[in-house]
């Protein structure tokens, strides 16, 4: 698809929508992306509140054990906000080692999306298990600075908890805004995540003006009603040294006249 060389847009298109997924592959390692907003139609200057959602997936083309994923950078278009003022903040301390439930009683003013995460675990002396766990993510800080902290906390066989930390920054070109995350050790290191999924939205009021943590418009050229722009990169580094990264093409539709 074409892109319109003027175009440039901070949105994700939802995943219900028929839009596929972009592979990388190096050697037998192969990781794919991806990801939307919803909703598409979009006002052409002034932002909207949507939800940013967003996946990955890493495999392997022989079946083996891939190497440890150990980070994760996730970027979207420079025309998208994450915002947070007025948002309340939850603490890495009121994370950690906690169930799902205790981490949303203890910090539901801060919750910013949800999610899930797909390890595969193998304990000394007992067979290999997938471990599926529910992702909570909240507004919070890392280093003096904005972060999305996604807790993540699973049930039988193996009750795992842990927070996977990921620093919102900024900065220049097609992808004005990253949130990078180094993960934990899982299971003691006897895991490794396999897929995730994440999900941003939240609504709020602050000084008396409703506001949106995720928003975006689609600024298309005056005269198009849609167009086709690249809205988020995604890069996975892994233990072996390998990196793997793919980029997403969508499309947005402008609604109104605005």
């Known amino acids: 698809m074409k892109r319109l060389t003027t175009l440039a847009l901070a949105a994700l298109l939802c995943l219900a929508c028929s839009a596929s997924a972009e592979q990388a592959q190096e050697g037998n390692l192969r990781g794919s992306f991806n990801g939307g907003i919803s ?56 994370l950690n080692s906690v169930t799902a439930a205790q981490a949303k009683r203890s910090c539901e003013d801060a919750l910013v999306g949800h999610g899930n995460v797909t390890s595969r675990v193998s304990l000394p002396g007992q067979g290999a298990f997938a471990s599926n766990a529910e992702l909570l993510a ?6 003096g600075h904005q972060a999305v902290l996604a807790q993540v906390s699973s049930g039988a066989p193996l009750p795992l908890t842990y927070v996977i930390a990921f620093e ?73 040294g390998r990196t793997l990264s793919a980029e997403l093409n969508r499309d947005c539709k402008v609604r109104g006249n605005r």
Request: glycine content about 8%; aromatic content about 8%; proline content about 9%.
């Open 39 to 94: 909703p598409s139609k979009l006002p052409r200057t002034a932002l909207a509140p949507v939800q940013v959602t967003m996946e990955g997936r890493i495999a392997t083309t022989d079946r083996t054990t891939p190497p440890k994923l150990e980070r994760i950078v996730l970027a979207i278009n420079k025309h998208g906000r994450l915002e947070t003022k007025g948002l309340p903040t939850c603490s890495l301390a009121k």
């Open 138 to 143: 909240f507004n919070g800080k890392l280093h």
């Open 168 to 240: 919102v920054k900024k900065q220049g070109g097609t992808f004005g805004t990253s949130l990078e995350a180094t993960l934990p050790p899982i299971a003691s290191e006897y895991g490794y995540i396999t897929a995730f999924s994440l999900a941003l939205s939240r609504k709020y009021e602050a000084g008396g003006q409703k506001r949106s943590f995720a928003s975006a418009s689609c600024p298309a050229p005056k005269g198009f009603t849609q167009a086709p722009f690249p809205f988020a990169k995604a890069s996975y580094s892994f233990a072996d």
